[in-house]
């Protein structure tokens, strides 16, 4: 079984910055792909920032030049460094990870459990 817990979310004035973690724990064969998402009351998830097992990273318009997402492999874990924070980051952020729980089997996609981030006005 494998888990994604998430951290970080918290309170923070508009323009402030938090970093949120998220690590997977269980069988973790390999890890592939990995992201935060977000979703706002009534409204569907959307990506905020992928990034793959090679590094390469993919970020939602809105963020792009203030958040950054970065994963150290040995620690299975995930990041987003959120910068110049607006009222309207505020929602619950969701890490995500395809993962491969042994060498043969196939890989599946795992949720953490939310994580929120206020931005204050």
């Known amino acids: 079984q494998v888990q994604l817990v998430e951290f970080g979310g918290d309170l923070v004035q508009a323009g402030g910055s938090l970093r949120l973690s998220c690590a997977a724990s269980?069988?973790?064969?390999?890890?592939?792909?990995m992201g935060w998402y977000r979703q706002a009351p009534g409204k569907q998830r959307e990506m905020v920032a992928t990034i793959t097992s090679g590094g390469w990273r993919n970020y939602a318009d809105s963020v792009k030049g203030r958040f950054t997402i970065s994963r150290d492999n040995a620690k299975n874990t995930v990041y987003l460094q959120m910068n110049s924070l607006k009222p309207e980051d505020t929602v619950v952020y969701y890490c995500?990870?395809?993962?491969?729980?042994?060498?043969?089997?196939?890989?599946?996609?795992?949720w953490g459990q939310g994580t929120q981030v206020t931005v204050s006005s």
């Open positions: 269980g069988r973790v064969f390999s890890m592939n792909a």
């Open positions: 995500n990870a395809n993962i491969r729980t042994n060498a043969l089997g196939p890989s599946y996609t795992y």
